[in-house]
């Protein structure tokens, strides 16, 4: 891999550049594998939600990858009533409701890239990854 495709991959990773939706693509090579690499040496692991175990308040970062985009946001418990919660994954990008564009849940079958050693308290009644 280039080193300064590695550079920007690592940079992505760590944050240093505005974790949103990134193309991993670029003239006609993929590179996720490298950005996958890239995020399990900066401690990110691969898990599917319905696996993680979270606790109330707590979000973790987290990378949805698929079909060569990157999309960042957040692993979490949301809260539907006072004791109600479920695990899941919300980008920080949003559709054109406003809702997260990339939502994944206790039963999707796909996995997403967990900073389970990072973690920061949230609003539980505010529960909009990234603010």
Do not use: C
């Not at 939706?21 to 996720?32: A, I, K, N, P, Y």
């Not at 990110?44 to 979000?59: A, C, W």
């Not at 418990?77 to 990008?93: A, N």
């Amino acid at each position: 891999m280039d080193g300064e495709v590695a550079a920007t991959l690592r940079s992505l990773a760590e944050g240093r550049i505005q974790r949103s939706r990134h193309d991993l693509r670029l003239e006609g090579r993929d590179f996720t594998p490298d950005f996958e690499a890239v995020l399990r040496q900066e401690g990110y692991t691969p898990l599917r939600v319905r696996d993680l175990r979270l606790r109330p308040g707590i979000r973790h970062p987290a990378w949805f990858l698929k079909d060569g985009e990157a999309f960042f946001g957040y692993v979490f418990l949301e809260k539907f009533e006072e004791g109600t919660r479920r695990p899941l994954f919300g980008s920080v990008v949003r559709d054109y409701r406003g809702d997260w564009a990339v939502l994944l849940t206790r039963s999707s079958r796909e996995s997403v890239w967990v900073k389970l050693g990072e973690a920061a308290p949230f609003d539980e009644d505010r529960p909009s990854p990234g603010r």
